[in-house]
Each structure stands twice: as structure tokens, then as C-alpha cells.
């Protein structure tokens, strides 16, 4: 039962077991419902036939009744309610957690607000649903059938006229839910890719002006809204046709309960007790239906956002196991990947990087040197041939083991809307503020830090607005001064710093290489020169391996490498 | 509430007949709902009181065909508010994109775009629920009760004063719920800033997959989660003991009653009446309770909406603040490019640039030369035109920026940025938007000279392969190389080259600059260099440092004397012979 209400409403486990507690909760308060009328149909009895009781009896009576309805209308406020906000808590961080847990390969073929979307109006709608439609839906279910055989056990036919048109309703509900699913779904896509049209529109501010594009990006988000607006309406329209037959067949069950009660009592059959307490029984159990049905559109609705979010949770993780490197010499042997199936990136790469040198990988630009570095990293999985770290596949490492010993710093740096000093803790979060200090100190950082407003605590706007380049590239080299991994990548570095602090950081980056594993792009060439083992890429392949002065030699994509470095740092415009 | 209609109306001028439709027939809904309630009391009264059974009879099927008349009525009205909503929804959001197009940079520059687009596409779908749904809703809701009560009196004296009594109580303790009207702000507060953690944490996702930072350290997007959730918990723990209360005065109104009545007014009664009006009680106050849980809801959703309007309207403001205005010339007459006492600032009381003036006479290429935040960024961007200075004046060709024409601008200069970014369509028509006449082959020329062709090369679809989430990935040297293209098929007087070949690989970078020194020929062109060694020739340099110009001229004049240049220049060379130690 839990299991199936977790996948159902993509729920987390706790989140499950409160909705079961809520659904009982509410199962209880509709039969306490009933017993305000049955004890009302007691007291015309005695006020009409039998004469009354006691009115201390009454008071007995209905204080005993009110203090177990408060109490339970008081479990149903905290099932209901309280517990709904910590569930929607618990799933967003659940989300968020997950998605550090899938490989990047996802992020790539999902869009950035897509993936906010999930974690943030796919939980909103979740945590309404939960707090009204989903406990009490399925409290009705427990509820409802107790009550017809009740109802079926004191007069059948009385019975069927409360229950037929319920059923019916129940049944309409049921066949009109394929249409009203996706209905749903389809102005729920539409809505998901409008949201995106307004990210991309939005991003895209700066090329759009520059392109004199604005205006007509503004007449086809205009069309998208109008689109939207038919599809809403058509969307709507369809679920307005059963909803109507759903309110309509409601409206008529209390009279249906009235007439057929009412001939039943001129024929004599039935006392006029039975057919009041059938028709309090109806109007009870019409406001149960009349809940119901907007619950029900509820939870259609929430159909296509509960699958999304499944689609997260059933998304395949990177696999392996925990493993302690001991060496850290990675061997890469005709490996071969491609981000879709289509265009490989990496035909067949081999070469290994020793524990303690300097690996630099060189090639044009789009060669794959990148995407060696994200699959030795695991940011990918590669597809054919091997890696190995430690005589092992990386693919069975976990990724917590194998990111321990990593550190990456790439060309785009992505910063977070905090403080300097939290963007560099990122490194290793258990470092204290000195030792964040420090590595800001190592990666030559204190200068602008000195300069911000606040120091080392100043925050830096979204995706660190507010710093130039440079400035975030050594954000980015502070925390794997601060991480301090044995492995070390470093891709595209020192591409856009500041010539001032260039120097400085060369320093650092000097520093920071000693002793490590060392896997480098540089786009200057030069730079290179000197280290261990220099591997040419061409087009998803190893052309050649070797130091500086033997690829000079014997490798012609290096030297013409090597030609263009030369006339671009001649070049004079 | 009703100031919240008014201005939400105020966005649908042509369909606001459409709201007095709707309030109309969900008033004549609630008639016939009461209605039906008018002849169940008849039939009470004629079953229990007068023992008329074909009576009763007759009474029931009106009973039935008031509460029909009435639900086909109100699926018309909510029909109605619904076409009324959609159509509000829409404008909303257009007048969010109108926005968009007129705000300057600088509020792009200052609003998170996950904010921007959770303002105008979610709150505009906000404002829908309380038009579609609360329309009808609403006057049901205000107007039942008062047919209810007016019925209960119509039945006798003694059920409308006690059925008055329950309304009155339940108000009260509906308004003691609603109490915390700041609850609603800071609860909008508190999602915005969710949505814009969210966005910023899935952008870094790679970064916190790298260092392990699991959500406990990344503090914000957690505290934003805990934070929502703590305030919606306290605000529904605050309205605990109001809406049991609530809920159990309904719920067990013949309960509270039964025992009074049995002590003080049955031994007086007549029994059969007595009857029929407790049975009555019983269904009133439970349609009175569907009424004011309805008016809850209403509420609930009218905070909602006029808290997704005001920020809407606020965001519009914000746009509005920085607006650019264009103004009507086509062409530029020259393309000197002046900037005269210009003050500029991101943000309130820090200036960027303070009082700048310098002057560039066209046709000629500069280049500009500073540390990050000496302002050589912001004063290309500002060439741009699509930032509003704060004060002073920018001209080119002598008049003023603003004078010109949006599409003058746009067609005239040309932007290679920093991140160059490309849409999510194939690489040919990424490049054919810079002109949109061109011909196919001009585009590839435009693309080859730009040095793109081992870009295409890569792919079976070459120009046509799609880029984006439904299609491939291109690095960042390979974006600004189409980036390249575009400004070259372009073909304007002015070119801005920010940073352009920072991110571009050593094979193709000397062809590039080809390509660069073929698309600034005969042009005017202000360029952020990354490479020292390549700008010595320019016609003139410009070094800055917070917002001035503390240096200007050739590289010969400029390296002739102890300058700040030639310190640059020396240190670029250093940095050049820089090798990593193996």
C-alpha cells in the first residue's frame, strides 16, 4: 500500500505513510459525519413517536459525539496539513539530491527551467494535492462502501437510489479520466515548453537586440500565448463536458432518494423515519461526492507531474562501488564515447596519465580533449575500451570515491549566489573559514576579494554576476586548492584571465600541480611545452603521444599545431 | 478583493462583459439552488405536517428540477470565467514579453531569469485561477448564504435567527484564519526565492556532482526549501484552532442544538413542525458551509492572485524603470563614436563609469585595455544602446543614441560577446538571423570565413544540424565561432569584439583573426584583446582603470614612455613564456 501511493504520487516514503495516516484520518471523519444525522433521526423519532428521553441524556450524548469529532477533525488538520509541508520539503530536497546522483548526460538532454520546474511547481501542485485531494479521495474509497452496505442492509431499494447515481458519478469519473488525462497533459507540455520559450527569450536577451530579433521574438511568443490559450480553453472544455454530467447526476440523487422514498411511504412500505434518514444520508454523502469530483480533476492534473518526477527517480544511476585509490595512474585503452547515439566524440582514445606527471592533452578545438576529461571524471560514462584508475574500471568505482580524489577546474566556471567565502567552501564543505582563507590566498584571489564591499563574505550575484573572468577562474582554482585531490584536471586554464594576475596565477597553478596527477588543456600551446607527456587528439582518436620535442618530430598534427600557435601570437591586426 | 478584480479587468478591456455574464448567471445559479431548498421545505411540510403524500410528490420534482436548472447554470457561468481567465492570463503575459523587449540590460543584468520568467509565466497563471474559478465562485458564495438565510426566516423566525447566529460565528472564525495577511507575502517571497535557488542549483549541478557538496552545504537552495516549508507550516499550524472550531459548528450543528431544544422548546412545540424545521437546519447549514468553505477557498486564492498581480505589476515597473526609448532615425550619418560626461551604474551608488568622455572618430580600430571592473566592458556594452546611462550622452555619428531607431542600431553594429550564445535551431539559420536576405551562399561564406567549416565537417547535416536540447553540443570556441559568423554576414559599420578569441583553439585562432581582420576592414572597431601581442598595430589603445581613461595612443607612442601599457605588455609577454612544470 505505501509502496504503491509512493510511486503513485511520487511521494517520498514518509511523505507515503503520513498520506495513509491522512486517508484514515479522513476515512474516520466521514463516518463521524453520519452520526450527527443518524442521532438527529433518534430525536425525531422521539420528538414525533416514541416520545424524548431525558435531556441530560441529549447533553450525554452530544458532548461524548463533539469531543470525539473535535478530536478527530484536530488528527485530520495535522495529517492533512502540517505533515504536507514537511512532505514537500522532503521531496524537494529528495529531488535536489537525486539529481546530484544522475549523470550529467541527463542535465544535457533536459532544460534548465525543466529540471527547476520539477523541483519547484511539480512539488507546489503535489503539496496542494496532498493537504486536500489525495487523503480525502481515498478516505472516501474506504468509507463509501461501509456505508452502502449499511444503507443496502436497512432498505435495499432506498439503498440503490442513494447509491446508483454515486456509482454512476464514480463510473463517469472513471471513463472521462482518459480524455481529461490527456487533455492535461498535452496544455501541461504545452505550458513546460512555454516556460522555455520564456527562459531562452530571456537568456537570449543580448543576441536578440543585437540581431534587431526582439520584436519578432515578441510576435511568436505572442502566437505561443494565444496558442496556449485555445489549447487551454480546449483542454478545459473537455473536462467541463463530464465534470457538468458529474454535477448534474449529484444534483438529482437527492431528489432521486426523495421521490422514490416518497412513493415507498404512500405505499406504506417505509416509515417516514426511514425515508428522513435516507435523505440526510443522501445530502451527507452528496457533499462527500461533490468533493470528490474536484479532487478527482486534481489528481488527473497531477498525473503528468507525478510522472516527471518518476522519470527522475527511475533514471539510471552511475553504478560502482566504493574503492579507496591507492594509485592513481589512469589508463584510457580505445575508448570510445558520443553524447547521443549519433555523432561519436571519441573514436578510440588511448594513452595513460602516471601518477605524479603532467598529462596535457592537445588538439583543435571540438577534438574531444574536453570530453576525455568528463568521461575519465565520470561526468559520463564512455561507452567501448576502458579506463582504469588503480588497475581498476572507473565504471565500478563509485562516483563519491572517484570524485574524493578528483579535482576539475574547467573553462566555464559556475558560481553560486552566495558569499566568495561559500563559493570556495564548495572545495571541501567541512573547511573551516581559515582554511578557505588560505586557498583564496594560494589562488591568488585576496586582491579582488579586498576590493569587493565585503570582503571575502560579499555575495556575487547569479552565477557570479558580478565577477569578471578571471576573477572566477581563480574562485575556481581556490577550491581545488582547497579540495587538494590527488588527481587534478584542468581544462582550458588560464583562458581569460587578467594579464596583471596571470603571472601570479601561473605561480599558484605551479604550486598547485606539484605532487598530483596532473591532466591539462591549455589553449596555449607553449605552455605545455615542458610537461611529461603531451597526447595529441585528432577527431575522437590518439594521434600521437610523446614529450614536446619528439612530437616535433615525429607527429605532423603537432607541428601544425605548433605553426598556428606561432602566426596567431605573430599576428598583428 | 474587489480592487484586485478592478485592476485584474483592467488587463481584459474588450471581454469584461464577459465578468458581468459570469456574475450573472451564478447569481441566478444560487437563486435555483435555494429554490430547490424553498420546495424541499414544502415538501417537509406537506409530508410531515399535512400528511400529503401526492403533495410531497409534486414538491420532490421540483426539488429536482431546480438543483438540474441550477448545476447547468453554474457550468455555463464557470464556462464563461473561464474563457474570461484564459484570455487574462494571456494578456498578462504578453504584456510581460512587451516588457521584456523594452527593458534595458541592466535589469537582465540584476534579475535572476529564473525570477523573471516565474513572474510573468506563473503568477500570470495565478491571476487565471482567480477570474476562471472565482468568479462564479464568488458570487455563489456571497449570495447564497444571504438567499439561505433569508429562506430560513421565510421557514420561521426562530431558524433564521439561528442559522444568522452560525454565519455570523463561522465569519469570525474565518476571520481570525485569514488574520495573517503578511503570511501571504512572505510565503510568495519565500517561493520566489526557491525558484531562483532551484535554477542557480541545477545550473551548478556539475560543480556540486565534482565536489561532493551535497545539499547540506549548499546552504541557500536548502534554507530556501526549509524556509517555504517552515512558514507554510506555521501558518497552518496558526489556523489550527480556528478551522476545527469551524469545521466542528458545522459539522455538529444538531448536535449543539438537540439538548437545548429538547430542555426549553420541544414541551412547547408542535412536534411535527419542530421537525421538519430541524431537518431543514440540517441541510442549510450544511449548504452554508459549502458556501463560506467556497468563500475560504476564494479568499485564499484572492491573496494569491492580487500577490501575482502586484508582482507583475512591480516587475513591469522594474522593466519600465530602465526603459530604453529609440527614436526614428535610420541611419547613422557617420560613426564617430562619442561619449560625453557619461555616468553609468548596475547598481545604485556604485558607479561604474563616473563623467566619462572620450571621443573615437570612425573607421578606425581601438582596442581596450584594463583590469576586470576598470569598465572597457561596460562601455562596449553601452555602445550597444541598450542600456539607459544615468547621465551624460553617448553619440555616434553626432547624434544621440537614442535618437536612432532600434533596427538602425541592431543593423548597424555588431556584437561578438563574451558568451556567445546560439538558439535552439540549426547553425544556418543561427547565422542567417544576423541578415535576413542573404543568400544561402553568402551564409557560408560567411560560416567558412569565420573558420566553422571543421564545425560542419563534424556532422552528417552539417549548417542544418540543430543545436540545443533536441540536437547537438557545441564547445564554447565552436559557439563563438558561429557568433563570428553572424557578425560577419552582418556586414554593419561598427563592430564590438568583447574578449573574442579568448575561448578559441590555437589550430584555428590564427585563421580567425584572418577572418577578424577581414570583417574589420573599413570599419569602426572597439575590441576587449585578449592577446597583447596582437593589437600593437591598432590605430589607437585605450587603457583603463575604474572607469577612466588613463592612457591613449599608438602602441609605439604608448610604449615609448613609462606607461601603464608597456607594464601590460611586459607581463603579457612573461605570462606568454609561462610553462607548466612537468
Known amino acids: 500500500m505505501r509502496k504503491y501511493l509512493q510511486h503513485k504520487f511520487a511521494l517520498t516514503e514518509q511523505g507515503a505513510e503520513g498520506l495513509i495516516r491522512a486517508s484514515i484520518a479522513c476515512f474516520f471523519g466521514y463516518l463521524l459525519n453520519m452520526i450527527p444525522a443518524m442521532i438527529l433521526m433518534f430525536f425525531l423519532e422521539g420528538l414525533l413517536f416514541t416520545g424524548l428521553r431525558g435531556s441530560a441524556f441529549y447533553l450525554l450524548l452530544s458532548v461524548l459525539i463533539l469531543f470525539l469529532m473535535a478530536f478527530q477533525l484536530g488528527l485530520e488538520y495535522d495529517s492533512l496539513f502540517n505533515e504536507t509541508y514537511r512532505e514537500s520539503a522532503n521531496l524537494r530536497i529528495e529531488i535536489a539530491k537525486r539529481l546530484t546522483k544522475l549523470p550529467l548526460s541527463y542535465f544535457s538532454k533536459h532544460d534548465l527551467s525543466d529540471l527547476s520546474q520539477t523541483i519547484m511547481s511539480d512539488v507546489t501542485a503535489i503539496e496542494h494535492a496532498m493537504s486536500h485531494a489525495m487523503a480525502r479521495t ?121 421521490l422514490t422514498g416518497t412513493a415507498l411511504y404512500l405505499s406504506g412500505e417505509i416509515s417516514i423515519l426511514y425515508l428522513i434518514g435516507y435523505i440526510l444520508a443522501a445530502m451527507k454523502i452528496k457533499e462527500g461526492m461533490d468533493g470528490l469530483s474536484m479532487f478527482s480533476a486534481e489528481l488527473f492534473y497531477l498525473n503528468a507531474r507525478v510522472q516527471r518526477i518518476d522519470a527522475i527517480r527511475q533514471t539510471k544511476l552511475q553504478g560502482g562501488e566504493e574503492h579507496e585509490l591507492k594509485s592513481c595512474t589512469i589508463d584510457l585503452e580505445k575508448v570510445a564515447f558520443s553524447y547521443n547515439d549519433e555523432t561519436p566524440v571519441l573514436r578510440s582514445v588511448s594513452f595513460s596519465a602516471r601518477q605524479g606527471e603532467v598529462t596535457a592533452l592537445v588538439g583543435r578545438s571540438g577534438c574531444g580533449k574536453t570530453s576525455i ?150 589553449h596555449r600551446l607553449k605552455s605545455v611545452e615542458n610537461v611529461d607527456k603531451i597526447v595529441v587528439i585528432e577527431e575522437g582518436r590518439t594521434e600521437a603521444e610523446g614529450k614536446h620535442k619528439e612530437l616535433l618530430k615525429s607527429s605532423v598534427s603537432y607541428q601544425k599545431l605548433v605553426e598556428n600557435a606561432a602566426l596567431a601570437e605573430s599576428f598583428r591586426y | 478583493m474587489f480592487d484586485v478584480y478592478k485592476k485584474l479587468l483592467h488587463y ?115 491571476t487565471h485561477m482567480i477570474v476562471a474559478h472565482l468568479i462564479p465562485d464568488n458570487t455563489g458564495a456571497l449570495i447564497t448564504p444571504l ?86 507550516y506555521e501558518y497552518s499550524k496558526s489556523c489550527k484552532k480556528p478551522y476545527v ?47 463560506i468553505m467556497k468563500i475560504m477557498y476564494v479568499s485564499q486564492h484572492a491573496f494569491e492572485g492580487k500577490y501575482a498581480v502586484n508582482r507583475l505589476e512591480e516587475l513591469y515597473a522594474s522593466m519600465q524603470k530602465d526603459k530604453i526609448s529609440f527614436g526614428t532615425e535610420e541611419s547613422f550619418p557617420h560613426c564617430d563614436i562619442d561619449f560625453e560626461e557619461v555616468d553609468f551604474s548596475y547598481l545604485e551608488g556604485r558607479p561604474v563609469l563616473e563623467k566619462l568622455s572620450f571621443h573615437l572618430p570612425e573607421k578606425k580600430i581601438y582596442a581596450l585595455l584594463g583590469d576586470s571592473g576598470s569598465g572597457k566592458s561596460t562601455i562596449v556594452k553601452l555602445i550597444s544602446g541598450f542600456y539607459k546611462i544615468n547621465g551624460g550622452c553617448i553619440r555616434i555619428g553626432g547624434r544621440p543614441i537614442e535618437s536612432y531607431s532600434e533596427r538602425a542600431l541592431s543593423e548597424n553594429i555588431s556584437f561578438v560577446f563574451q558568451d556567445a550564445r546560439l538558439f535552439k535551431m540549426s547553425i544556418y539559420d543561427n547565422v542567417s538571423l544576423a541578415r535576413r536576405d542573404a543568400k544561402r551562399e553568402e551564409v557560408l561564406e ?48 561598427i563592430v564590438i569584439l568583447d574578449e ?23 570599419r569602426t572597431v572597439i575590441m576587449i584583446a585578449h592577446r597583447l601581442s596582437s593589437i600593437r598595430n591598432v590605430d589607437e589603445i585605450l587603457v583603463l582603470e575604474k572607469g577612466r581613461i588613463i592612457e591613449r595612443g599608438s602602441d609605439e607612442a604608448l610604449m615609448a614612455k613609462d606607461s601603464r601599457y608597456r607594464r601590460l605588455q611586459e607581463l603579457y609577454g612573461r605570462a606568454n613564456e609561462w610553462r607548466v612544470e612537468g
Open chain 2, 500 to 522: 573574442a578569441s579568448a575561448a578559441v583553439d590555437p589550430e584555428n585562432e590564427h585563421e580567425l583573426q584572418l577572418a577578424f581582420s577581414h570583417l574589420m576592414k573599413g
Open chain 2, 446 to 493: 560567411a560560416l567558412h570565413l569565420a573558420g566553422c567549416g571543421s564545425i560542419l565537417d563534424k556532422f552528417r547535416e552539417r549548417e542544418n544540424t540543430l543545436i540545443g536540447s533536441k540536437g547537438v553540443y557545441l564547445s564554447g570556441g565552436e559557439k563563438q565561432r558561429i557568433s563570428i559568423a553572424r557578425a560577419i554576414l552582418k556586414k554593419s559599420r
Open chain 1, 138 to 258: 481515498i478516505g472516501f474509497f474506504l468509507f463509501f462502501p461501509l456505508i452502502s452496505v449499511l444503507l443496502l442492509a436497512g432498505d435495499f431499494r432506498l439503498g440503490l437510489a442513494v447509491i446508483i447515481p454515486v456509482l454512476a458519478d464514480l463510473l463517469l469519473i472513471r471513463l472521462s479520466r482518459g480524455i481529461q488525462v490527456s487533455g492535461a497533459r498535452k496544455y501541461y507540455e504545452q505550458l513546460r515548453e512555454n516556460s522555455e520559450k520564456f527562459q531562452e527569450t530571456i537568456e537570449m536577451q543580448q543576441e536578440l537586440r543585437s540581431l534587431g530579433l526582439s520584436l519578432e521574438k515578441r510576435a511568436e511568443l505572442y502566437r505561443t500565448m494565444e496558442e496556449s490559450e485555445r489549447l487551454h480553453i480546449r483542454t478545459e472544455l473537455m473536462q467541463a463536458v463530464p465534470v457538468t454530467l458529474s454535477g448534474l447526476i449529484m444534483q438529482l440523487a437527492l431528489p432521486a432518494v426523495i
Open chain 1, 373 to 522: 576529461l568528463r568521461v575519465i571524471s565520470r561526468l559520463y560514462d564512455y561507452e567501448k575500451g576502458s579506463i582504469r584508475i588503480d588497475g581498476r574500471d572507473i565504471r565500478e568505482i563509485s562516483t563519491d570515491s572517484l570524485f574524493r580524489k578528483v579535482s576539475i577546474v574547467f573553462q566555464d566556471v559556475t558560481l553560486f549566489n552566495s558569499s566568495v567565502l561559500e563559493n570556495i567552501r564548495i572545495g571541501r564543505k567541512d573547511a573551516s573559514d581559515e582554511e578557505v582563507m588560505e586557498a583564496a590566498r594560494l589562488a591568488n584571489c585576496t586582491d579582488f576579494i579586498e576590493r569587493l564591499p565585503d570582503g571575502i563574505h560579499s555575495l556575487i550575484g547569479e552565477n557570479g554576476a558580478s565577477l569578471s573572468g578571471g576573477e572566477r577562474q581563480r574562485i575556481s582554482i581556490a577550491r581545488a586548492f582547497l579540495k587538494n585531490a590527488p588527481i587534478l584536471i584542468l581544462d582550458e586554464i588560464a583562458a581569460s584571465l587578467d594579464v596583471e594576475n596571470e603571472e601570479k596565477i601561473q605561480e599558484s597553478l605551479n604550486s598547485l600541480i606539484r605532487g598530483r596527477t596532473v591532466l591539462i588543456i591549455s
Open chain 2, 147 to 232: 438567499l439561505l438565510l433569508f429562506l430560513a426566516y421565510l421557514i420561521s423566525p426562530r431558524l433564521g435567527i439561528t442559522l444568522t447566529l452560525v454565519f455570523l460565528l463561522s465569519l469570525l472564525l474565518l476571520y481570525l484564519m485569514m488574520g495573517n495577511k503578511n503570511f501571504m507575502e512572505i510565503y510568495q517571497n519565500s517561493l520566489e526565492k526557491l525558484s531562483a535557488e532551484t535554477v542557480e542549483y541545477v545550473r551548478g549541478i556539475q560543480v556540486i556532482k565534482i565536489f561532493g557538496a551535497d545539499l547540506d552545504s549548499f546552504k541557500s537552495l536548502s534554507r530556501a526549501i526549509q524556509d517555504y516549508a517552515r512558514y507554510a
Open chain 2, 12 to 126: 481584459v478591456p474588450r471581454e469584461r462583459y464577459l465578468a458581468y455574464l459570469a456574475l450573472f448567471f451564478s447569481a441566478l445559479s444560487s437563486f435555483f439552488t435555494v429554490g430547490g431548498y424553498f420546495y424541499l421545505n414544502c415538501f417537509l411540510e406537506r409530508l410531515i405536517l399535512q400528511k400529503d403524500g401526492s403533495g410531497a410528490g409534486r414538491a420532490a420534482l421540483l426539488i429536482a428540477g431546480m438543483l438540474a436548472l441550477a448545476s447547468l447554470i453554474y457550468v455555463t457561468a464557470v464556462l464563461i470565467s473561464h474563457v474570461l481567465g484564459f484570455r487574462l492570463e494571456t494578456n498578462l503575459r504578453k504584456r510581460g514579453i512587451d516588457g521584456l523587449t523594452d527593458a534595458s540590460f541592466r535589469f537582465f543584468d540584476l534579475t535572476p531569469s529564473g525570477k523573471t520568467r516565474k513572474i510573468i509565466d506563473d503568477n500570470a497563471a495565478q
Open chain 2, 245 to 291: 472550531l469551524f469545521q466542528l459548528i458545522f459539522f455538529g450543528l444538531v448536535l449543539f442544538l438537540i439538548p437545548p431544544i429538547s430542555l426549553f422548546i420541544a414541551p412547547f412545540s408542535d412536534p411535527g413542525r419542530l421537525a421538519s424545521e430541524l431537518i431543514m437546519l440540517f441541510f442549510l447549514g450544511g449548504t452554508l458551509f459549502n458556501s
